[in-house]
């Protein structure tokens, strides 16, 4: 268990709606990243927060966002979707210092959408 | 930015075999080199990581070594067993870059 919690495991919804995934980071860690995983793509970076700010941005689409709160958590919201986003959805913490490289992954949000 | 190839793409094996996963990265300011096991319906898990001053390192049956001179580092698993069939991803992180992975390798280890 990497201390890393992602709700919900799986999600189903269909074109032009919006979602929301939750993530939880391990205890104390600050970072909270969000990783799409496709079978053609691998592991994409989406997006980075630090202690509540945005740190990185990567190929994230417009329809996409993310925030992180002041408990830490964070969520990555997205809307308008296409059959394209279908994809596992992966949260990943890190904490400070000498260790804030090191990403623990949660187990993921399998999003279909039909 | 940071561009890291990852090669082979599937590799199988039989058990007691060893198996080499090899990659290359194009930014020479990258620093650290996390490998990853992504077990069927679960999140990639850290399993051993090298940093830019050192050139190998071991942790019981797998190994990581770095060439920084041509910026390739490898994953060498020795006496594989059944369980570590997954796929496997390296990564490169420089500084407050984010960490890029590689396109993964599906190992396959053959009883």
């Known amino acids: 268990d990497s201390g890393v919690t992602q709700t919900p495991k799986h999600l189903i919804t269909a074109t032009g709606q919006r979602v929301t995934l939750r993530c939880s980071p391990r205890?104390?860690?600050?970072?909270v990243y969000w990783y799409q995983q496709s079978l053609d793509q691998g592991l994409q970076f989406l997006i980075q927060?630090?202690?509540?700010?945005?740190?990185a941005k990567g190929n994230i689409l417009e329809r996409f966002s993310a925030q992180q709160f002041p408990d830490l958590h964070s969520e990555l919201n997205l809307s308008s979707l296409e059959l394209g986003d279908s994809a596992l959805y992966f949260c990943?913490?890190?904490?400070?210092?000498?260790?804030?490289?090191?990403?623990?992954f949660g187990s993921g949000t399998q999003l279909s959408v039909l | 930015g940071e561009n890291v190839e990852q090669h082979p793409s599937t590799l199988s094996v039989q058990e007691g075999d060893s198996a080499v996963i090899k990659c290359t990265y194009s930014?020479?300011?990258?620093?650290?080199f996390p490998w990853y096991k992504q077990e069927l319906g679960k999140g990639p898990q850290l399993i051993i990581d090298i940093r830019s001053n050192v050139g190998e390192k071991k942790d019981q049956r797998i190994a990581v070594t770095l060439n920084k001179t041509a910026k390739h580092f490898s994953l060498h698993i020795t006496e594989t067993q059944p369980e570590d069939s997954a796929v496997y991803f390296c990564?490169?992180?420089?500084?407050?870059?984010?960490?890029?992975f590689g396109t993964g390798t599906r190992l396959l280890v053959s009883p």
């Open positions: 930014d020479s300011a990258s620093n650290y």
């Open positions: 927060y630090y202690n509540g700010e945005e740190r």
């Open positions: 990943a913490s890190s904490g400070t210092g000498s260790t804030n490289e090191k990403l623990f």
């Open positions: 205890s104390g860690d600050l970072s």
């Open positions: 990564a490169a992180h420089h500084g407050f870059q984010k960490l890029v």
